[in-house]
């Protein structure tokens, strides 16, 4: 990718004073913690570290050095959103080396930057802290993401693309057809829904698979969206949709299914989400959890978290055991779907570069650079492994109304 | 199944004092804390306990009653194996109703015997302790499980029945298949596999996939039987059978596989066997463990960890996440096999009785009851969820080597 959205203040260093010894020496120093970055970076008189291999960061002012020094995780993407930090070079390809050298040096903690360089805690995820997180997200406006989400279903979820080619609309089609395989749904069957963004999988559900539907989500610009939808495509029967918190889920369903809303509950929430499900699942149900997570526990990217998508934290497994274990719930599948989130990042990275004169038009330059760099981000997370995609199928305990094997899902 | 092997001292009640007040109690106070068990318990003197469904124990004497009140989970074994209890009807059917009910007492608390009934350490899984725990299983006689097991590969752990009505050496190979498009061996790669029993696996891999395998045991009993068989088919060179602990692996592999030894690790391991593979496994390697489980952690059954399987303990998927999540390696798939297991333990109860004549001679009656009873309960763990069976693939974080889908598994 070479299209790249500019900076509010233009590719020009800013004019001021030469770096002194000290920030030469910070800049060594910082670099020296990212072993074997593969790229340099330049200060704004032109001093230089790393490795000249034609990719090249510029921090354009003392301060912009200063800050990306003190906490790179949570001030490099304002810096970069702002035009003060910029890179020469592939963004996806410069991330996906930054990780891979952040990995390599956290293991080490050879350099003593690591030790002020930690993570911090998430915002809260009560029910009242949520329903802001949440609209500070996905309230953004509808139009926003018809952009650059796929045209027919408005998935803001991994698709899944068993073939090589596909396009983003037949990939989010496939993974809506791979999840409801999964969940081996029979017409006139009670899907209780957690998290149905702007309603795609529920309808899907409803009209090729004639279930009953109840679908919860806090996000109301999202809510009237996928009301609107089902009355339109004549599914207001079959679907409802309720603007509440899962925690609130109630009434008895036969499959319990929740795409991407995992990553915003948080891991001290996760029996509370289990004990909800408990609630709610009939013996014989399926239950589906389609989530980002991690390979061990870690917290979000500071910067991702506060500007991006507050209160996000994706689960390792182990972490996930606490929605499962409590309540006796049987794992009977989990799938790792990572690369299939990079090559539906790299869909949406394409069209939302498309449509970056629209975006900056709409919001402004900054914010079309932040999301450039969090799709960006997200899309080098997927491919060098610091993220996964993990679609975990249960049910209850004692419930042997189960397929010999997994066969049915590749008919 | 209504092939039993009669218990030593024969079908009649012992001669002995009628039943006191307070043995009726216990009865009836033992029965309440087993809700809607769905049988009758009888004692030595008539009186009996319980719903009246056409089965039934019988108690044979005080000293029995009192036992298996005071501690069920570690004396029913004995107390059966000695014939000092026995079961008219089917013993399957018997521990299904058992563990359903033992499932719903633990959960409800409503009894005090449940503040009594509490599972114990279990003994210790020191590379000494270890040596000796599996010494007192797999050392009982190769010639004993060749009465059992499968005649081609004497595979000691959950045979895979895609299809209805498959033979028991049949499921065995397609379980071994199955790992192995799991695994995507090719020729030459270096395959390590930790527990390899008598080795049956090992051989497939070799003579299967032209892969080079190094397989771990501490049975010496197994580890000569596996050497032999090597040399007698022709594979010596492609296959070495060390005896030695798994956490004493060394060397570089392209595959590293368990199947079947995790459940003797025991959990204070994990994160040390999870330090192996991760010196073990080359960057682009991949992983799969193969293990009974639990949908929560749980500790063995008493009887079972002190007359058959001493150390024994099957984790759940929380508790796998120790091997897996400090050392950063990412769980690609997990699939959940358990009624495979059921019908695995089916087959090899029916083998085992038609050889029962034969077991009571080598060893005695109270051994014959004692696997009887043994392979029994295990497959009522299975068929009522009590137990799962986990197969784990998994590879380094950054390994991008990954197939598209699962499709090949079942092409």
């Known amino acids: 990718m070479t299209t790249r959205i500019q900076g509010a203040i233009g590719s020009q260093p800013r004019a ?7 920030d030469r020496w910070l800049l060594h120093s910082m670099m020296a913690a990212l072993p074997r970055a593969g790229y340099e970076v330049q200060l704004w008189d032109g001093s230089t570290a790393g490795d000249n291999t034609g990719m090249r960061v510029l921090i354009r002012d003392r301060g912009a050095l200063w800050q990306v020094v003190r906490d790179p995780s949570l001030h490099f993407g304002d810096l970069y959103s702002e035009g003060r930090i910029d890179v020469e ?3 996806v390809t410069f991330l996906e080396r ?9 293991s080490s903690r050879a350099s003593p930057w690591w030790r002020l360089w930690t993570d911090r805690a998430p915002s809260s995820r009560s029910i009242a802290a949520a329903r802001d997180n949440i609209h500070r997200h996905y309230d953004l ?13 408005m998935q803001y979820t991994c698709a899944y693309f068993p073939e090589p080619g596909m396009t983003l609309e037949a990939a989010q089609r496939a993974k809506m057809d791979h999840v409801c395989r999964k969940l081996r749904l029979r017409p006139g069957q009670r899907v209780f829904e957690a998290g149905c963004g702007w309603g795609g999988f529920a309808l899907h559900m409803a009209r090729e698979h004639g279930v009953q539907v109840r679908a919860w989500n806090i996000s109301r610009e999202q809510i009237r969206f996928a009301t609107e939808r089902a009355r339109k495509e004549g599914l207001g029967e079959r679907v409802t949709f309720v603007e509440d918190d899962y925690r609130n889920l109630s009434g008895e369903c036969d499959v319990f299914v929740s795409v991407g809303m995992l990553e915003h509950v948080g891991p001290e929430n996760y029996r509370a989400l289990g004990a909800v499900i408990d609630r709610c699942l009939a013996p014989q149900g399926l239950g589906l959890i389609h989530t980002i997570g991690r390979n061990r526990p870690e917290a979000m990217n500071g910067w991702i978290e506060r500007r991006i998508f507050p209160g996000a934290q994706p689960p390792s497994l182990g972490e996930m055991a606490a929605i499962f274990e409590p309540a006796g719930f049987s794992v009977l599948d989990v799938e790792n779907l990572r690369l299939h989130y990079a090559e539906t990042l790299r869909h949406w990275m394409a069209r939302y ?4 004169d629209e975006v900056r038009a709409r919001h402004d330059a900054v914010f079309a650079r932040a999301w450039e760099l969090y799709l960006a981000g997200s899309q080098a997370a997927f491919t060098t492994g610091c993220m996964q995609l993990f679609q975990v199928v249960f049910a209850r305990g004692g419930n042997n109304d189960l ?5 049915h ?3």
Do not use: I, K, M
């Not at 930054?98 to 956290?106: F, I, N, P, V, W």
């Not at 570069?353 to 970056?356: D, E, I, N, R, S």
């Not at 397929?403 to 066969?407: D, E, K, L, S, Y």
């Open 141 to 153: 406006g509808n139009d926003f993401y018809a952009l650059w989400l796929d045209r027919e279903a």
């Open 403 to 407: 397929p010999r094997t997994r066969r």
């Open 16 to 22: 001021g004073r030469p770096a002194s010894v000290f």
């Open 353 to 356: 570069l498309a449509a970056a």
């Open 89 to 91: 070079g592939d963004l």
């Open 98 to 106: 930054t990780y891979a050298a952040l990995q390599a040096g956290r």
């Open 409 to 411: 899902l590749y008919a």
